[in-house]
């Protein structure tokens, strides 16, 4: 049976740590299910729609990796219904740890027959955020490496329009 990871996030807008996570994900799984999440009472910068065809242009012609969106439901249920096995999240800090410690444990809690699968940042990219790519591209200042090229033109689009 294929084996299939779950990458479930706001990705507002995607990074290249995102994406460094998602394609590490390839190599350990059959398929990874990128899900943007859709948050009706969250402000975001890049409506879900927007969120998705950006991921869905970036890995345009990858059969291992599917992009969707996940609303008002339990992360592992849905999970359930893509039959994926893992949650896949990425670890930059001790930040980051605590948090998803927390909801790895509660994750387990609601469904045992799921794991949460970390994997570390790779160091170029262990300081990107989302909020912080949005604040340097505002301020003007240069995001090379940090996000894929698309990105850069549909934010500096919508923050300098
Ligand atoms: P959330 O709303 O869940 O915080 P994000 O879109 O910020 O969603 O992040 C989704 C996942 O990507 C999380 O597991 C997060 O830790 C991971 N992630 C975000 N930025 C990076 C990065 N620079 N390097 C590695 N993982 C990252």
Redesign the pocket.
């Known amino acids: 049976m294929a084996k299939i990871a779950l990458?479930?996030?706001?990705?507002?807008p995607?990074?290249?740590?995102?994406l460094?996570?998602i394609e590490r994900g390839t190599r350990l799984f059959d398929k990874v299910v990128v899900a943007v999440?859709v948050n009706s009472g969250k402000k975001t910068t890049f409506t879900a729609q927007e969120r998705v065809e950006m991921l869905k242009e970036i890995f345009k012609g990858r059969t291992d990796i599917e992009i969707d969106t996940f609303e008002d439901r339990l992360l592992v249920d849905y999970a359930r219904s893509k039959k994926a096995v893992v949650l896949?999240?990425?670890?930059?800090n001790i930040t980051?740890y605590e948090y998803?410690l927390q909801m790895a444990l509660a994750n387990k809690k609601l469904a045992a027959e799921i794991d949460t699968i970390f994997?570390m940042?790779?160091s170029q990219?262990?300081?990107?955020?989302?909020s912080l790519l949005k604040e340097i591209v505002f301020l003007g200042g240069s995001v090379d490496e940090m996000i894929h090229p698309l990105v850069e033109k549909k934010l500096k689009k919508k923050l300098k329009p």
Not at 125 to 130: D, M, N, P, Q, V
């Open positions: 990458c479930a996030g706001s990705f507002d995607p990074t290249n740590g995102h460094n996570i999440a896949l999240r990425g670890l930059r980051d998803e994997m940042t790779e990219y262990s300081h990107l955020s989302s």
